[in-house]
């Protein structure tokens, strides 16, 4: 087990550094340049320099002067170092940006996963043992619902019901105009308010697939031999539904589970903009816009790397759970 | 089903008509069966004769499908006499499994479904339930206790991610009334395994079932049907998917358990070989139906159903020099649109003129041969 997860570390390591190399090209050929920006509007000042010089004395002091493949190969050597350099368009180091939006993200994402967890499961197994019957047609419709609805449109609606008519929580934002009175534990009531309808949304549109799919698994595995085994052996139903069965449809779902891992960090983008919360995923929104090249760098590289780990945390967590694929 | 067509298309209209009727006849009798405290009164009943151990009588499982209601079991009678061996033959699809599965109440429902008719399970002690009105709480009771399965497909039947201790383990524990400790439990099963011919049984205990090979898993099969030394054991095609060496051992250590317990065995083949070998009766079925029932001798030696014939003429005999094997023309009728004659009347290459009329009844050849056929009416009921 030890010697597959290293060979499984260091392929990633290989892997890494091609889907960095193609973020870098990608990054580097995006059509809205942060440094040209910069040098058109400092040549329309009066009196100054002209755009081509402006660029080359900008592109030099962003280090931006070299080749796609030389400057990949200095971003490399930076990042191996842990140097991953200022953003340009926050104008802060990288990581201390990262560091102040990323964590409102993961408790978002951490929250509405474990939502999304404790409510879709149990509902795709209740909606499995009683296949056709009229609870399965209800959780089935609600899902399909869930899934068919885009973001923009229920989080406009539920704005519409609970913040406009209701009143029950505000517009938009993530702190209250009263934020600064508050005592501490109000603060973190203020916010965890503001963070309600997000989740919410964040919720309902991701438990239609994972439903489904404990819906499907399940019943492949109620209509498998050794269920009927387990009920020939005088098993009760609850047993032979939640310890053998579920112990089987466990194996599909911890893939999805451990893939799902990145998503804790990389942020609810199109959420967090309905909702301006300012969390990683709207922060990269307007840093890539912006074309931000080393906060866009770092922030996909950082992706890639969980995505890996994810990948192989399933593997683990797959082997954990079914002993066929036990690697001695 | 009056307007169904021949060549069994349906219309839209006429599948949504009969699912609805589907879901009305099946709703009314899973509500029946879900009732909670029945009392035991209504599923109490006597054995017609105490020396049998499950008497099944005029027996009917149905299953509601999309395309229609299929008679799967329709309206078989046979005895299993205690202690003894009773070997169900008949072609796939002939409600065989479906037989032995409406004895342990496992039928995929709510689509399969008990319809009419009685089983009728000796306890001992003169006490006796109905299975088929039975509640669940009393099944569980009863299955893996006093009547288990040993099903055809050893290589799905385990469950893959428990060992094999593990789940042997869980029947003793189930059904123990005494309390027995984790270390007691565990002992019976090592003991179990050893019984079956396992040699490295402690190995085996904690191997998981992919682990273990065909053979040995039906191995397994068999120790945990055995762990509650159950009344009636269900042998559902034990061997089929097993190789000749192997068939031969299994079948062995059936015959062998069988008289160290006692206990009676119904089983389930379409290997005639195997029935010869293990059976004391025998019950031929064709699509649904008994066709011929009698003893191991009586069927052997005297096959008297046409279907019967057929299928004896129809197997390999050694020494016999045969061009070519003999084979039953014509298929099986289709399961949703039976005919109201004999079923096997299209297939058949001795018909007589009666063969037309309404579905024969059963004539008996002797006090335990009986067949169900028009060319013994003249001979026996003077007709």
């Not at chain 2, 839209?12 to 069966?33: D, G, V």
Request: charged share 20%; with cysteine.
């Amino acid at each position: 087990m030890t010697k597959f997860i290293i060979k499984r570390i260091l392929l990633s390591i290989v892997i890494l550094f091609f889907v960095t190399l193609i973020i870098y090209a990608v990054m580097r050929c995006l059509p809205t340049s942060y440094i040209e920006n910069i040098a058109r509007q400092k040549s329309m000042q009066p009196g100054s320099k002209s755009f081509e010089e402006w660029m080359t004395q900008l592109e030099a002091m962003y280090n931006m002067d070299k080749g796609i493949i030389p400057g990949f190969i200095s971003w490399w050597g930076q990042m191996l170092q842990g140097e991953f350099g200022d953003s340009w368009y926050y104008t802060v180091p990288v990581i201390e940006k990262f560091n102040d939006t990323v964590w409102l993200s993961f408790v978002m994402g951490a929250v509405s996963m474990f939502f999304e967890l404790a409510i879709a499961i149990p509902l795709g197994v209740l909606a499995a043992t009683k296949q056709y019957s009229r609870t399965d047609y209800t959780i089935t419709v609600v899902a399909l619902a869930g899934i068919s609805l885009p973001t923009f449109f229920f989080a406009s609606l539920m704005k519409l019901v609970f913040a406009v008519k209701l009143g029950w929580f505000d517009l938009f934002g993530l702190v209250g105009r009263i934020h600064d009175q508050l005592s501490p534990w109000g603060q973190f009531l203020d916010k965890a308010n503001h963070l309600v309808m997000p989740i919410i949304v964040l919720v309902v549109l991701s438990i239609g697939s994972l439903m489904r799919y404990t819906r499907t698994n399940m019943l492949e595995v109620l209509n498998s031999d050794y269920i009927r085994t387990a009920r020939a052996k005088g098993l009760p139903e609850g047993k032979v539904i939640y310890h053998h069965a579920f112990r089987n449809t466990l194996i599909p779902l911890v893939t999805i589970i451990g893939g799902s891992l990145p998503g804790l960090f990389s942020g609810a983008l199109i959420t967090e903009t309905l909702f301006s919360i300012p969390g990683i995923g709207f922060t990269s929104y307007h840093a890539m816009v912006g074309g931000d090249i080393p906060f866009s760098m770092f922030y996909l590289t950082f992706l890639s790397i969980l995505t890996l780990a994810g990948n192989l945390i399933s593997d683990i967590l797959y082997a954990v759970v079914d002993p066929r694929v036990r690697i001695s | 089903m009056a307007k169904k067509n021949n060549d069994g298309y349906l219309s839209a209209a006429e599948t949504r008509r009969i699912s609805r009727q589907n879901r009305k006849t099946t709703n009314e009798l899973e509500k029946k069966r879900k009732r909670k405290n029945v009392p035991e009164s209504e599923y109490l009943t006597t054995m017609k004769d105490p020396g049998n151990a499950v008497e099944f009588e005029d027996l009917h499982t149905y299953f509601f499908t999309d395309v229609g209601t299929v008679h799967s079991v329709d309206g078989i009678s046979f005895d299993v006499p205690l202690g003894k061996t009773v070997g169900v033959v008949g072609e796939s699809g002939c409600g065989k499994s479906v037989t032995s599965l409406s004895l342990m109440q496992l039928l995929q429902r709510p689509q399969g479904q008990i319809v009419s008719g009685s089983i009728r399970l000796n306890l001992g002690n003169g006490k006796a339930y109905d299975i088929t009105k039975t509640p669940e709480k009393v099944m569980q009771k009863l299955r893996g206790n006093f009547i288990s399965m040993i099903f055809q497909e050893p290589m799905t039947a385990l469950n893959p991610v428990f060992r094999i201790g593990e789940q042997i383990n869980e029947v003793i524990a189930l059904h123990d009334d005494e309390g027995k400790s984790d270390e007691s439990i565990k002992e019976r099963t090592i003991e179990l395994l050893e019984m079956v011919g396992i040699a490295n049984s402690e190995g085996v205990y904690k191997m998981y079932p992919h682990e273990l090979s065909g053979g040995m898993r039906q191995r397994v099969m068999i120790a945990m049907a055995l762990a509650c030394s159950p009344k009636i054991i269900i042998a559902d095609e034990p061997t089929t998917a097993l190789d000749v060496t192997i068939q031969a051992q299994i079948l062995d250590l059936l015959r062998n358990l069988k008289d160290k317990i006692n206990s009676s065995i119904m089983f389930i083949t379409h290997d005639l070989g195997v029935i010869a070998e293990m059976a004391d009766y025998v019950v031929v079925m064709y699509a649904g139906r008994v066709v011929e029932k009698g003893t191991a001798l009586e069927i052997f030696a005297h096959p008297s159903h046409p279907y019967t014939i057929g299928l004896m003429a129809s197997k390999p005999v050694v020494g016999k020099k045969a061009e070519k094997l003999y084979s039953i023309p014509g298929k099986v009728p289709n399961p949703v649109n039976m005919p109201d004659y004999c079923y096997f009347k299209d297939r058949c290459e001795m018909c007589v003129s009666r063969c037309s009329g309404e579905y024969p009844g059963m004539i008996k050849l002797s006090d335990t041969h009986y067949v169900s056929c028009y060319r013994y009416y003249d001979e026996k009921e003077g007709k």
